[in-house]
């Protein structure tokens, strides 16, 4: 069947079948104008129509994916006219034969390249999608969609060489073998990033929101991007630090995870008792401390010691007091132990969990907790150890005049 072409719609209009210039110049400004004209439609009617036909029909909105869509329409238009030069470029333009070969190689690279940017938008696409299901956090796939994009342009790189030099494709992945141990050291990130990005997702060691510490690269935050080659951490300060991927394999970090999705976060505070304060309780002392703290007498008589030291009183009342403390975890262990002594005095540890695990809340019992425990150490006649300074030191040892 013979494709009438396009000269021969225009020469009634310009008056003669010969190729003059003005019917060459006609024609071939009309096909472009035509390849513009399905360019356009596809672009801003075809395409956008299809976009809200899905917005109004599916069950969930897709208006998150409106920048990605944006740009899969621009690339698919650009490959659907690349494709219509292609397969109508001898029915449209008129030109020597060498210049449709050149135009030809030219239109198939840019078809190639065309095709992995819609190929990339897509997978921008299935990403997007992804990331709004309830378990993409924990099981992120940043690192895949990155080694889905680069596998995509490297096929696409092989093919736009093999177009421009007229050889197979086959000829040109034979000399990679040559050319191998260049590769490994070039991508020797890439590939050490890829193997530790599967050991992540395959064993949940990192998501997407997880609080971690890298103490060899200074990170202390929340995790916003887990990527083939780095692990980017906002730190609390606002600071952003990036972790090599493999890193995260190969060195040590902490992951709190686990303590925020476990019932309660750990206080763990010691607060160091001065030796020369420690002593036997008198009935005297017992009897008037039990008037100040009604939890005191409470303790003494549901007892069956005889004879009472302040610290031993002191410790007992202070577990009580953190065992009926509302913002403290009653299902997790709690209690106040005596450490080894040390020179600085006898330490008394705090040890319990809070039932709120975020971070303001946290440090506000914590200190809640603390400056309880300290402000009752009076009742016991105890003391907490400090170092003297050496300004207040001259003070004590001064003369009166």
């Known amino acids: 069947m013979k ?42 009617w075809l395409l956008p129509r299809i976009q809200h036909f899905l917005s109004e029909n599916s069950t969930s909105k897709i208006g998150f994916l ?7 329409s621009g690339r698919f238009s650009l490959m659907m006219c690349t494709l219509m030069f292609i397969a109508f470029k001898e029915a449209l333009f008129i030109a020597p034969l060498w210049l449709f070969n050149v135009l030809g190689v030219v239109s198939q690279v840019l078809l190639v390249i065309s095709i992995g940017f819609l190929l990339s938008s897509l997978v921008n696409i299935v990403n997007a999608i992804y990331n709004q299901q309830p378990f993409a956090k924990s099981v992120p796939i940043q690192s895949l969609v990155q080694v889905s994009k680069l596998l995509i342009f490297i096929v696409c790189a092989i093919l736009v060489i093999s177009l421009a030099i007229d050889k197979s494709p086959t000829y040109i992945l034979s000399g990679f073998g040559a050319i191998a141990a260049v ?7 890439t590939i050490l990033g890829l193997v530790a990005s599967i050991q992540i997702a395959a064993n949940r060691l990192l998501a997407t929101g997880d609080w971690i510490q890298v103490d060899a690269f200074g990170a202390d935050g929340e995790v916003i991007e887990v990527g083939l080659n780095t692990v980017r951490v906002r730190n609390w300060d606002n600071t952003v630090t990036t972790i090599p991927t493999y890193k995260i394999i190969s060195d040590s970090f902490k992951n709190w995870r686990a303590m925020q999705e476990s019932n309660g976060r750990r206080i763990k505070r010691a607060i160091y008792i001065d030796f020369d304060s420690i002593h036997l309780l008198s009935p005297d002392e017992l009897s008037a401390l039990s008037q100040e703290l009604p939890e005191v007498a409470e303790i003494v008589q549901h007892s069956t010691e005889q004879r009472w030291s302040n610290v031993s009183l002191f410790r007992r009342y202070a577990e009580a007091y953190l065992k009926t403390h509302p913002q403290v975890n009653p299902e997790c262990l709690c209690m106040v132990r005596e450490l080894a002594p040390t020179q600085y005095g006898l330490p008394v540890e705090l040890y319990c969990f809070s039932q709120d695990k975020r971070w303001v809340p946290y440090e506000h019992l914590q200190a809640d907790l603390l400056d309880h425990v300290l402000t009752v150490m009076p009742y016991f006649s105890l003391r907490p150890y400090q170092v003297i300074s050496s300004h207040q030191n001259e003070i004590n040892h001064k003369k009166p005049e």
Do not use: C, M
């Open 3 to 44: 494709v009438t072409h396009l000269s021969e719609v225009l020469a009634p209009w310009v008056g003669s079948t010969s190729y003059s210039g003005l019917l060459i110049l006609g024609t071939n400004v009309l096909a472009l104008v035509i390849l513009l004209l399905v360019f356009w439609l596809i672009r801003q």
């Open 183 to 189: 590769t490994l050291l070039v991508f020797k990130d």
């Open 66 to 72: 409106a920048p990605y869509l944006s740009k899969f």
